[in-house]
């Protein structure tokens, strides 16, 4: 029975997504499905990224990087497997199998990045970190556009259209369930406290380095297979899409969102993803309001919008209280 | 060999630009232990106000050694009124929350500035104007331009005047106490807020002069010009260690030659690679920089 009642709302929620999807019009005559895919993945990218930045409090500006070698990685295998075909199976069943298993190691392939640039993170803080971040986000890319082996600065073109509907909010479901579990875990706590004071976390026994690495391991893994699902609706690849701006505007969903909530980092990608979209006019303006909103969130609420709450906590919703974390976020740096 | 010493004169051209806008960085890093993100837009914005203004004073071609030098003052008081503006509006209220917040917020004002820019301006770069004539010499097979020599003379000018200002004169005594410690430095008569902004002054005019310098001899303006040159630059005060003076013009040099010299001798794809690449040795070899103490970490 418990495992029953551990897999139903998993088994569930793939029913839905299956059932949408074959009521959804096909991928490349619907300009609004491809809206849907990419609100999908901006979302993965948010809820990843809260992971380290909103969750652990080691501020990472690199995000692009991990979605880059998640998405090539993934994009050269599959090129490679779709010149085979499993025998027995339909088609749609081989091709699913392949997609996993590209996906799987390209999000294996953007872990180990993590675990490379989390690395420095055992010695540095703040402000240092970011910039690492930064550095490696950049380094990823230069190595991108100098492997011709992938397109080199050109990009990456045919990738096997594989990934529709099901598979991107299959992944997006994916990354909210192990969020969410992760959170409620020791892991989790451990995280939060490393957020809330790294030194008195590190009093209490907690491990803070290897909690930290972790923290990116995960988030890059996340971040890579966003990175190889949108390699295979949008079936090309280009570096330039990946740049700082790129990581930017996933930043900018974390902060916006709450830092360390993950409702709110959803909600952040959903409206900042369909809202230039749907006024177009805007468009013009969007990245420097991105910058202007993040001046003004950080002068008016430092924890974002829903602070470390999830949308369900709020006031209409809420059952029982909380203590305000979003007051001890905003301390002065340096009291105790 | 001759390839050697061209590269040498082109890095350590290059090199002091990198220094000058890495002294803006590090200076701003030892008042308020900021990454002043927007330094480099504010880069940008002196590279388009040189743009303007020259183009105001005079017309192309016809260029004069006055016209330069008025060019570079107005870019220089343009930059500075802008660095304090930035430090004002965003940074001060900021000062007593945690050092994420400072972030962020740097973070968005330089996106602020560069996407701002590209509404303003366009995204197509435009040519930076010849301000004066410029003559190449040759020493041997090494080509030397004018222009390079005299970009060389006004950087090590005003490396030479920052220098004075810190070490000899009460402003200078004033940052320092600042950056040693705010608070005490408040109790002891320092006018605290007016140290800041005129620390982000001085800066933001050394990197518009540092921008004119660029544009004198990469002649190309653009919104996103000054995001890859302020991260090296970054890297260049960091790899001197931040927060000290002559460390950055040091690491600005060595930065620059290191770059000309693997983009020289056939990487030149790896170019921007290089910086990034010397910043994480150099963090987890040696975080503190190559001049820089090591200080504890306050908890």
Redesign the interface.
Known sequence: MQIVRAWAPVAITLAILAVVNVLLPSLNEDYRVHVLLDVGINVMLAVSLNLVNGVT?Q?S?GHAGFMALGGYTAAFLSIRLAAYQLHGVPDAVSQGLFLVLALVVGGMVAALAGLIVGL?SL??????L???T???G??IR??I??TEAVGGARGLSNIPPWAGFFAVYAGVFVTLLCSRRLLASTHGRALLAIREDE?AAEAMGVNTVGYKVRAFVVSAFFAGIAGGLYAHYQTNLAPKSFT?IRS?EI?VMV?LGGMGSISGSVLAAVVLTLAPELLRALD??R??S??????L???AR?SGIFGTREIWELWPLRKKSKPDVDRE??????SP | MSEFFQHLVNGLSLGTIYALIALGYTMVYGVLKLINFAHADVFMIGAYTGLFSARAIGGEGEGSYARAGAVLVISMLVSAGLGMLIERLAYRPLRARPRLTALITAIGVSFFLENGAQLLWSPDPRRFPRLFESHTFFLGNTAISSMQIIAFLVAVAMMAGLQYLVFRTRFGLAMRAVSFEPSTAALMGVPVDRTISITFAVGSALAAGAAILFGLQYPRVEPFMGLMLGLKAFVAAVLGGIGNVPGSMVGGLVLGLAEEFVAGYGLSSYRDAVAFAILIAILILRPEGIFGRSVAEKV
Do not use: K
């Open positions: 409090g501020f500006i420095p010695r540095l803080r703040g402000d240092y970011a910039i690492v930064l550095g490696f950049e380094i230069v190595l556009e100098n030194v700082f930017i930043v902060v013009q303006y990245m420097a991105y910058g202007l909103m993040l001046v969130l950080m002068l430092p976020l905003a301390r002065p740096a340096g």
